[in-house]
């Protein structure tokens, strides 16, 4: 079983950036894949990047290619989400997930074994 709690969203300005943090706990943080996805008003939820254990196979959405990044720190059991030059569609509660095993990068939700409960990021026009 993995507990996982994100923190770091708020209301930013477009242009603006935000760094969202994923603690977790439970069994081996390492063990996992682990991925952001994000949920808009009134919209499906969506892939926005995933990261394998090892750090080297990592995927993005087209949108926010070049401008979020993803990262994991196995020996703090926390993943990141570096997100700069935002925009007002960006807007949404982002979840950050994990992975049954490390190496299957989650890019759908149904690749996702373990949720986060969301935090809210608002970008201002």
């Known amino acids: 079983q993995v507990q996982l709690v994100e923190s770091g969203g708020g209301l930013v300005q477009a242009g603006g950036s935000l760094r969202l943090s994923c603690a977790a706990s439970?069994?081996?943080?390492?063990?996992?894949?682990m991925g952001w996805f994000r949920q808009a008003p009134g919209k499906e939820r969506e892939f926005v990047a995933g990261?394998?254990?090892?750090?080297?196979?990592?995927y993005y959405a087209n949108s926010v290619k070049g401008r979020f990044t993803i990262s994991r720190d196995n020996a703090e059991n926390t993943a990141y989400l570096q997100m700069n030059n935002l925009k007002p569609e960006d807007t949404a509660v982002y979840y950050c997930?994990?992975?049954?095993?490390?190496?299957?990068?989650?890019?759908?939700?149904?690749?996702?074994?373990?949720w986060g409960q969301g935090t809210q990021v608002t970008v201002s026009s």
């Open positions: 997930t994990a992975a049954e095993n490390g190496w299957s990068v989650p890019t759908t939700p149904s690749g996702c074994r373990y």
């Open positions: 990261i394998d254990w090892s750090r080297t196979i990592i």
């Open positions: 439970g069994r081996t943080f390492s063990r996992n894949a």
